[in-house]
């Protein structure tokens, strides 16, 4: 059950209200409202007192991520864009639509005016997402096998996602997933993500045994760590 509420200064907060949630919890992601779950038995107004109380916080974080939006390329009929394995191009037609082949990711347009609108923006991206979406499904699967195997760890089932700010995660029963996005990673650390997720299959939280096993497995946790913040799943 959500609500969204325009606040003043901080803008749309999406209140959701979940059962058998003990506390309130709030998060600032990139491209989404500010989000507040709440238990079921909470009203909504103490949720908007919470975010307002907040202010200070969000309106920081939400400059942090602005600031990062404005690093996203800018797609252009003369952009050079290429993954792992596609390269984008464009092509003008009588109708928009994305058509993608095992080496290209090919965008059709109308006019160039076109791209000028956040909707086209968007739609680029999207196809780009499939796109890494293929390569994540042909590719990560045999890296997973392979880093899992050299290190002896045991891990469950499989997926992936297209996260806007989680590199990966580790459930309980040792299934992983892991962003698509680890396709736009140098080498080394989407190793080092996967790692990050295997580890878990052993520790469950970050205490120091996990960054101990971390460290060793990788070679160095902290350091690739702090590289790995220069990037993020929601910006290209």
Not at 3 to 8: D, F, M, Q, S, V
Not at 72 to 86: C, D, G, M, Q, V
Not at 148 to 154: E, I, W
Not at 200 to 214: I, S
């Amino acid at each position: 059950m959500s609500k969204l509420i325009n606040i003043k200064e901080i803008g749309i907060v999406k209140i959701t209200k979940k059962r058998g949630l003990r506390r309130m919890t709030l998060s600032v992601r990139p491209f989404r409202p500010v989000n507040i779950t709440i238990p079921y038995s909470m009203s909504y107004k103490t949720a908007i007192s919470f975010a307002q109380e907040k202010k200070d916080w969000i309106l920081k974080t939400q400059l942090k991520i602005s600031q990062r939006k404005d690093k996203r390329t800018k797609f252009s009929i003369n952009t050079k864009y290429k993954t792992k394995e596609h390269e984008l191009v464009f092509q003008q037609s009588s109708k928009t639509k994305i058509h993608i082949t095992e080496t290209q990711i090919k965008v059709e347009y109308i006019s160039e005016d076109e791209f000028a609108s956040s909707e086209m923006q968007d739609y680029i991206r999207k196809g780009i997402t499939e796109a890494l979406r293929f390569e994540a499904k042909k590719n990560l699967p045999q890296r997973v096998d392979y880093l899992a195997n050299k290190h002896s760890f045991n891990c469950g089932k499989l997926s992936f996602r297209n996260a806007t700010t989680r590199w990966g995660s580790c459930s309980g029963k040792n299934n992983i997933s892991l962003n698509i996005n680890l396709m736009r990673l140098p080498e080394h650390l989407a190793d080092y993500v996967i790692l990050h997720e295997l580890c878990h299959t052993v520790e469950k939280n970050h205490g120091e045994n996990f960054w101990a096993l971390l460290d060793k497995v990788s070679g160095d946790a902290k350091g690739l760590d702090k590289e790995l913040k220069n990037f993020s799943p929601s910006i290209f």
